[in-house]
């Protein structure tokens, strides 16, 4: 698993300032392989309410809107 960094502005955190998101594409890692599920990422608090929000879209997707949405700001 990576570690907690945020999957839209890269910052790092402590897993209790953040989550994980498990969007519509996630693939479950094989029983005993390492690495880091397919679909699932790291978003700082800043960035979670939003990303669940879109948890029902591709992880591909998701980015694309939250992205949309920073450049707003």
Do not use: Y
């Not at 897993?15 to 479950?28: E, N, S, T």
């Not at 890692?29 to 390492?34: I, W």
């Not at 591909?60 to 450049?71: G, I």
């Amino acid at each position: 698993m990576r570690p907690p960094i945020c999957k839209l502005c890269t910052k790092r955190f402590s897993v209790k300032d953040g989550g994980l998101v498990r969007f519509a594409d996630f693939v479950p890692l094989p029983k005993r392989q390492v690495g880091h599920p397919r679909g699932l990422e790291w978003f700082c608090d800043e960035h979670l309410d939003a990303a669940k929000v879109l948890a029902t879209l591709s992880l591909s997707e998701a980015l694309t809107q939250l992205r949309s949405q920073l450049k707003k700001e």
